[in-house]
């Protein structure tokens, strides 16, 4: 169904050319599945994109979108708040720790990055520092399509044609790279080298999604944030993907026990239902934007559906759900028994080199030239499952909704197993004959 359409638009980071051949027009969800418009039923286990947590069809969320549409649908967030915004406010101060209690709404997550960046700069700005406007990233990192987002993005091919990016941002190697280059020891190095009083905050993902989900040695974010507490540094994490049950706490703060001046939270804190952002920020942080008019002090920075009150409603439905459904101690019991039924199916398959999860945030590793990455890549996708990669990383993502049941997950482990298999024999097919 209108395909003739699909020329009139653009889909994000793919070839048009190639994608028109062979689209995915999806129709409609239900729980982890979705369908295409031939009727293809497709489980859907990457949630969307590291977005629908609760999976497709939640009526919890959809009648609390439907209820909030009968009170007020837009608040001007210039001259007033609404009451949804402030109930969701109230419920993340829950359930961050004391200290942190202010919420900047947004519509989604390169925005709540971009807040991050100014409210560290503005606020090193108001506190006698101004000499401290850098930030320190981490090369690997995807933070975000926005300009200062993309500045702090460590990835050339998104940065690269749009180069000259923003001044000021300054790349590290993360920890998982070869050769140690990218130890606690290098950030330091980088920091010193740069003069500490020069750099306003270093941004960082608790899990690395998009470098192929890795985690942080034992011991990295509690030197990241010793380094940032010696220097005065504003410590942000980059929790557009991790928070709210992605790796089976709220936030991906909670797993790794290290807390950050400034969480930006995103995807899933609607489950996709409606678009919410927000940076959540330290009381030192927050109290230097407040002030008389004569002082002047505001955060200078606003957007237009940021704190929605539809968005608010569906965010509120989802922390319930998430709750009362106890969702978080799901994550963590599907993503052990997908790892380890993905590790029981890579027995025997030498160009499968590592397995990881993280709550629900499982990857596998593949060591195979490019072009047989690719054609594993077909291999997999025919299987009716929607995953991120393997190519070109040679690394495969999955992310299913947090309320997959224990069949369904199996059921994933075997579509994958097949498509395995599949390329295999497809190899083994094109594999001249021994002399």
């Known amino acids: 169904m209108h395909e003739a359409a699909l020329s009139k638009t653009l889909v994000d980071l793919v070839q048009m050319q190639e994608f028109e051949r062979n689209p995915l027009i999806l129709e409609r969800g239900e729980g982890v599945w979705v369908w295409d418009q031939h009727g293809r039923k497709i489980m859907d286990s990457i949630s969307g994109v590291f977005v629908v947590n609760l999976g497709h069809q ?91 987002a993309l500045s702090a993005t460590g990835i050339a091919m998104f940065r690269t044609p749009f180069e000259p990016l923003a001044p000021g941002f300054v790349h590290v190697p993360p920890p998982h790279a070869p050769g140690g280059i990218g130890s606690l020891e290098a950030m330091r190095y980088t920091i010193e080298a740069e003069g500490p009083d020069t750099i306003a905050a270093v941004i960082l993902e608790p899990v690395m999604n998009m ?49 950050p001046d400034i969480s930006c939270v995103g995807k899933g804190i609607t ?24 002082s002047g002090r505001m955060f200078r920075h606003g957007i237009t559906y940021g704190g929605n009150p539809i968005s608010c409603s569906a965010a509120l439905a989802v922390i319930a759900e998430i709750s009362d459904r106890s969702l978080l101690d799901a994550a963590k019991q599907m993503g052990k028994r997908l790892s380890e039924g993905l590790s029981m199916v890579a027995t025997g398959y030498e160009f499968v080199t590592g397995i990881r999860a ?6 596998v590793d593949f060591d195979l ?40 997950v199996d059921q994933l482990v075997e579509m994958v197993a097949a498509g395995l298999r599949t390329f295999v024999g497809t190899s083994l097919l094109e594999s001249p004959p021994p002399a």
């Open 58 to 148: 939640n009526r919890r969320v959809i009648d609390a979108i439907d209820d909030q549409h009968g009170r007020i649908a837009f608040a001007s967030p210039t001259m007033s708040t609404n009451e949804r915004m402030l109930e969701l406010a109230e419920t993340i101060d829950s359930l961050t720790p004391p200290g942190m209690t202010t919420a900047k709404f947004h519509s989604g997550g390169s925005e709540a990055i971009e807040a991050a960046i100014k409210a560290a700069r503005q606020y090193h700005l108001q506190s006698g520092s101004p000499g401290k406007y850098k930030v320190i990233s981490r090369y690997g990192a995807y933070h975000g399509a926005t300009f200062g």
């Open 211 to 259: 470098a192929g989900a890795w985690e942080p040695p034992l011991g990295y974010l509690e030197g990241v944030r010793d380094l940032c507490d010696q220097h005065g540094i504003v410590l942000i994490y980059d929790e557009i993907v991790t928070a709210f049950g992605r790796l089976g706490e709220w936030f991906g703060a909670d797993h790794f026990g290290v807390w």
């Open 271 to 294: 489950g996709g239902y409606a678009p919410l952002s927000a940076a959540i920020m330290r009381d030192h942080i927050a109290e230097s934007f407040r002030g008389t008019r004569e």
């Open 358 to 363: 993280t709550g629900l945030l499982v990857a």
């Open 369 to 408: 030239p490019a072009e047989r990455l690719g054609r594993l890549g077909e291999n997999l996708r025919s299987q009716a499952f929607l995953s991120f990669g393997p190519y070109p990383s040679g690394v495969m993502r999955l992310a299913p909704p947090l309320t997959i049941t224990p069949e369904e």
